[in-house]
């Protein structure tokens, strides 16, 4: 293959994307244009105001700036929909424990797990935070994703949850993406807390989610439904006090057991339910009810050495649209890149490479509620797409440890990789 072009012009980190797109590929199923036909777009303002064939080009955008893509592929922004990118400390130490035998319950039980980490995020100050958060954010970003979701969740008080959110909202301004943030309050019961869930859920429900809620740093709201975290009767007073705010919901469901999480996030109207290793055909019949994505997790599924996989076929079946993403956390998921879990999720899960890029595209963006700004190229959308230098799209889930080269435009802008 010959070397990627240089885009005509030349354009410098957060120029202008305003102009003809040429001469670009779409894989099926992502936009408004087909697979093998060489297409453009133009943008204004911002956003994709034309698709079609090459040449189509209305004569009404003639003297626009063109941009070559020279038969490139192309692809919608990615979105990474499931991560906890903004915490405290380090959980290096739980790896040696993992290899040593140890599970996730049991490191948990000992002291470790979610609560190592609430210990060392309360400890932190904002800007601490901030600058451990902004490398993981751009190591995304410079595989092209586009949009994220930040989940609270290791702070369990209502300050350090603040502290989380506030620079997850900081992180998005600062470099030009967005950020959905998610306030996951019942992630883990706090040790304070110790034998009184109960009321820690009065907690969470009455005075840590309208207070975050009215100063406009919560997008959705989360749980981990689970034995070693809150029982379906606890999340959904969680979920109550969520539909009060008219905030959706979505849920850490059916991880390490069976406990009904999924079923009981589609009664609740959730945008997603995540990880679902002991999904049931319960939980996947009442999720295609609701139109709840399935979100995977291939990264915590490879970190714990898990030997059950999600049903994917049985997902597949039932017409669930399935996402892909990182789960990035400190503890059971130290995964910087979306690229290797579509790898990941087509090698230990068994999704093709279509429904891998659909996962990390289409079906994410429906997972954070940003279908109609994110994960396809069409008519109307803001721009959000991604240029690679690749032979076939499936390129994307076969390297492992390559990140091809690429060139970004994240609402309307061009930008040079992860780069405010």
């Not at 994703?145 to 930040?150: D, H, P, S």
């Not at 539909?243 to 009904?260: C, F, I, T, W, Y």
Request: hydrophobic share 45%.
């Amino acid at each position: 293959m010959s070397p990627m072009p240089n885009l005509h012009p030349v354009s410098t980190p957060g120029s202008s994307a305003d102009g003809v797109w040429r001469r670009l590929r779409v894989p099926a199923g992502l936009g408004d244009t087909t697979t093998q036909a060489l297409s453009s777009w133009v943008v204004e303002g911002g956003r994709i105001v034309w698709t079609g064939a090459d040449a189509d080009v209305p004569t009404a955008f003639a003297g626009r700036p063109e941009f070559d893509g020279a038969g490139r592929w192309a692809t919608p922004g990615l979105v990474d929909c499931h991560t906890h990118l903004v915490y405290g400390g380090s959980r290096v130490h739980e790896f040696a424990l993992r290899l040593a035998g140890a599970d996730y319950a049991q490191i948990a039980r000992a002291g470790g797990g979610i609560v190592a980490t609430v210990a060392a995020t309360r400890a932190a100050d904002e800007d601490t935070l901030y600058a451990q958060a902004a490398p993981r954010l751009r190591a995304l970003l410079d595989e092209g994703v586009c949009a994220v979701e930040i989940k609270s969740g290791y702070g369990l008080e209502l300050a350090a949850e603040r502290r989380q959110l506030r620079v997850a909202r900081r992180l998005g301004t600062d470099f030009g993406v967005d950020v959905r943030c998610t306030f996951l309050g019942a992630h883990a019961l706090p040790p304070e807390y110790a034998g009184r869930a109960d009321a820690y859920i009065d907690e969470v429900c009455e005075r840590m989610l309208p207070v975050l809620a009215a100063e406009g740093l919560v997008d959705a709201v989360d749980a981990f439904c689970e034995r070693i975290a809150f029982t379906p009767a606890q999340v959904e007073r969680v979920f109550v006090a969520a539909a009060r705010l008219g905030l959706p919901v979505k849920l850490h469901a059916e991880q390490l057991s069976d406990q009904g999480g999924a079923a009981l996030a589609a009664r609740h109207g959730a945008l997603s339910c995540d990880h679902l290793e002991h999904l049931g055909a319960d939980g996947i019949a009442a999720m295609r009810a609701a139109g709840s994505v399935a979100v995977l997790l291939p990264g915590a599924y490879y970190a714990l050495r898990d030997t059950r996989p999600p049903p994917v076929q049985a997902l597949r079946e039932a017409g669930v649209p399935m996402a892909v993403a990182t789960d990035h956390n400190p503890g059971s998921s130290p995964v910087q890149s979306l690229l290797l879990m579509m790898n990941m999720a087509c090698t230990l899960f068994g999704l093709t490479v279509d429904e891998a890029l659909a996962g990390v595209t289409r079906h994410a963006a429906r997972a954070l509620g940003l279908q109609d700004s994110h994960g396809l190229i069409g008519v109307g959308r803001p721009a959000n797409f991604v240029v690679w230098d690749i032979a076939e799209p499936a390129e994307l889930a076969y390297w492992i440890g390559r990140r091809p080269r690429c060139r970004v435009v994240r609402r309307g802008r061009v930008v040079e990789g992860g780069a405010p």
